[in-house]
């Protein structure tokens, strides 16, 4: 069930698995690093209000590099949230760009995104199967 979509970015609740998926378009190569915040809050606020227990998160089309500043504001800002929510899992699908995959890295590498059971896969069955365990 769809319940967000922006340009950049579409969340799906999987209710037979209790998690958001997230899905980011191609638009995102043109976000900001405001417009990114917006995106990631809009993650945390619809994980709440969705009480999931973890987050599949696809980023093959994940063109946006994560700087150091918006990196720390996610482990004090959204990583927070995810914890109050009760999410202890999050799997990412991961591009093969280099430097997109290290700034996702280095965003769960962040003090409080180290309290989660993160895994990279290459594919959606993979993910979905870690996070049924």
Do not use: H
């Amino acid at each position: 069930m769809r319940i967000y979509e922006s340009k950049y970015l579409m969340i799906d609740y999987l209710a037979d698995l209790n998690i958001n998926e997230q899905t980011w378009t191609d638009q995102n190569v043109r976000m900001t690093e405001e417009e990114c915040k917006n995106e990631f809050t809009a993650i945390a606020q619809n994980a709440e209000k969705m009480k999931v227990r973890g987050l599949l998160a696809s980023t093959l089309n994940f063109q946006f590099v994560i700087s150091p500043q918006v990196q720390e504001w996610t482990d004090k800002n959204i990583f927070p949230q995810y914890l109050a929510s009760g999410i202890r899992k999050i799997a990412y699908i991961v591009p093969t760009d280099f430097f997109v995959n290290v700034s996702i890295e280095q965003l769960m590498d962040e003090e409080k995104g180290k309290e989660f059971q993160v895994v990279f896969f290459d594919t959606r069955e993979k993910a979905i199967e870690w996070l049924k365990k």
